[in-house]
């Protein structure tokens, strides 16, 4: 598998996502054997225009796993304006001279677009923009279904909590419209449903969704959960419980499903499911690492 | 030696510090003859909820020195609680699934056994709370007095300045504790004079101290002169020259004594002491990385 | 090639000039090949008291490409002055027991000379003061012409922007008063023309040299036009045009010419030119990682 840039989850096909997902298996056992030193020789620039300790971190994790050098600034705002202004494309011609990829976090929708653009090295979009893409993370969270699941044709799933202003969940939602047979609960408040753009792509591709208002409604009937924060101000203004999981719902999940979350929690996920074998979050962080270091297996040369 | 955690001092045996002693002295040749490989494929996290620039320096370089990675995050509170307050376990069962080892600096007095209670990677205790543990330290501490003096057993220390608020000479005298034959001279204004919790557990452990207020009184009685800053308010209202050496003063330390200083030092050390053999304390820096080097080997499986 | 500091760009001869550009160029080819594991055991310290990200990643990238490893402070002022004022002397010496060189950035002229006073390890100077030097960016400016012109004797090139306060100009016309047959044309507003200083220098030095106010008047009889910002006042004030290089003036710039800018860029380059074969600036970021391996490999003890 050969890729240029990583910018939208839009542009896997579903063999390459197959193809993405069979590398990431052969990153575990590469991480299992002690890593490798193929990539030895490559740097990764990490561009950050925002803070995102969370995804430097795994990005950070998965090139050191793959035995490569890191380079960083989380604050690139300081690399290319302080005074002068720089365009966002002179600074990646720039750091293209200094790397072998740039991991690139902007703060405009359409950021890793324009830097590939320009760029001599491969770009993976790490976030462009509040409303933009966050590839990497749409593609292991549908990793962790593949790997948990066994399968995501004929999957059903619960996405639960802020869905209007979820990323992570509008985007999963993108991607399972690729595959076939596949349910989708949208559990939110009225006001924090799905948005229209993504209702409308599903009904498109002929994806069976239904909107509900109580988690416990459907628990039983679903491969996995997928819940999300609620926000503050919702949980005052609608009852939370509808929209929570305890050890208590626990036992309505059927045996094989799962539970996942985007991480951090805030209360939506009660810390007493952690010890239960289907709490499938934490594994979901892991899995972060392995879909990263096959993309950037994918776009460097060695 | 097989470590799995270090979350205190106290957890070290007297034979166990010294297997750990040992381990350092062997760090040394590695990093003479250029390191070595063996950990290459090891990644360390440092996770630090506050800042301290010097202690991530230290572990970075034993780190780097024993060949592996490091990904670290200066600003953990950053990591874990932007808008969503993610407690410390979650952030440290995410980081355990990044990383092969977590150094962690964290703002409360039990936050490094917190996290080793949940953490599936060895925890590094790098302090936690302004009254709570830096192991670390007092073991390079106590390291540096092995070294240099060649026995702890029998060794007559002052430590000179603030004792009432310094970490390290609290931890050093408790550590000091386990062995024979110790004398200990604190050398303090009276109102920074060692508080009673130490007091009673050095007799509780018939370590033989006293209490003076003048350094220039005993220097020639001791194998050890730990000097610690005095606070600019202290400076003022006592005679900081009974709390500060120089080179006349120097004339009276033993030959084969020491002078030892956590740094920063403030005043509390003449510049011209340091061409003196006998002025340890960038000695004490260097023995810093061997122990840390020592302490991630002995955590790390390889 | 053995340095034991890189303090001042003052302290290369003409051949130590030419065996330092040998040594980037062959670090080219190492880079080529994939890399040098032969640097994989040292350890670089970045000691930075006021921000320069550019130059820290370019550091970062030179290190990473020889395999060695980076430890980095941004923020050396919270090393070493957080409560207690320790002196650039302390810092260095605990630093220089954590690494095998240290890159320093400091907030004041001299500070480089001092740290190399008292530092067990090299010392190489990344800019000391706003009015001191940067000697690693007046070589890798004089080593793109080197390798782009073939020669810098006889070479003509124009300065062109705020020459009173560029450290980039002024540094580059002192190390080109080391050669034979250089023109130099200074272009810029009257009021921001060279200083005295430089001019009396190059006086000194029979380095043939006028000065003018419009880049239109002299582009056809330079091999390099090096291009600076002239700052948003001085744009108001004066004609911007006349410090100012488009594709219809590039029409005028000999065959074999190129146009050189420190970046980043703010008006003074038409992003038009970017793609014309003379555009050399993009590749002077690129040559300041091979002269800065140089530099590394040259103090490096392996």
């Known amino acids: 598998m050969k890729l240029r840039h990583v910018i939208e989850s839009q542009q896997f096909t579903v063999p390459a996502l197959m193809e993405l997902f069979n590398l990431a298996d052969g990153m575990e056992r590469i991480v299992a054997r002690g890593g490798t030193g193929d990539y030895s020789n490559r740097i990764m620039a990490l561009l950050f225009y925002e803070h995102s300790t969370r995804t430097r971190f795994s990005f950070e994790s998965a090139m050191s796993r793959l035995g490569g050098k890191v380079i960083t600034t989380e604050n690139a705002i300081q690399f290319s304006s302080v005074m002068h202004g720089e365009t966002l494309e002179d600074t990646v011609r720039v750091v293209a001279n200094?790397?072998?990829?740039?991991?690139?976090?902007?703060?405009?929708?359409?950021?890793?677009?324009?830097?590939?653009?320009?760029?001599?090295?491969?770009?993976?979009?790490?976030?462009?923009?509040?409303?933009?893409?966050?590839?990497?993370?749409?593609?292991?969270d549908l990793y962790t279904?593949?790997?948990?699941?066994?399968?995501?044709?004929?999957?059903?799933?619960?996405?639960?909590?802020?869905?209007?202003?979820?990323?992570?969940?509008?985007?999963?939602?993108?991607?399972?419209?690729?595959?076939?047979?596949?349910?989708?609960?949208?559990?939110?408040?009225?006001?924090?449903?799905?948005?229209?753009?993504?209702?409308?792509?599903?009904?498109?591709?002929?994806?069976?969704?239904?909107?509900?208002?109580?988690?416990?409604?459907?628990?039983?009937?679903?491969?996995?959960?997928?819940?999300?924060?609620?926000?503050?101000?919702?949980?005052?203004?609608?009852?939370?419980?509808?929209?929570?999981?305890?050890?208590?719902?626990?036992?309505?999940?059927?045996?094989?499903?799962?539970?996942?979350?985007?991480?951090?929690?805030?209360?939506?996920i009660s810390p007493e499911v952690d010890s239960d074998p289907r709490a499938a979050y934490f594994r979901q962080t892991r899995n972060g690492i392995l879909v990263r270091m096959a993309l950037l297996a994918s776009v460097l040369d060695v």
């Open 98 to 140: 200094y790397s072998d990829v740039i991991v690139l976090r902007h703060n405009e929708i359409g950021g890793a677009a324009r830097a590939a653009a320009v760029s001599s090295v491969p770009i993976i979009n790490a976030g462009d923009g509040k409303g933009g893409q966050h590839p990497t993370q749409a593609l292991l």
């Open 145 to 268: 279904i593949h790997r948990e699941i066994k399968t995501i044709d004929g999957v059903r799933i619960a996405m639960v909590g802020n869905l209007a202003d979820g990323r992570t969940v509008r985007s999963l939602a993108y991607l399972l419209g690729k595959f076939e047979r596949v349910k989708i609960f949208f559990v939110a408040p009225k006001t924090l449903q799905m948005k229209q753009d993504i209702v409308d792509y599903l009904q498109h591709h002929n994806v069976w969704f239904t909107e509900e208002e109580d988690l416990r409604k459907i628990i039983d009937e679903v491969d996995v959960v997928y819940m999300t924060r609620l926000g503050p101000l919702e949980r005052e203004k609608t009852d939370p419980t509808r929209f929570y999981i305890d050890e208590s719902l626990m036992k309505f999940l059927p045996k094989k499903s799962i539970v996942m979350h985007p991480l951090p929690r805030a209360n939506e």
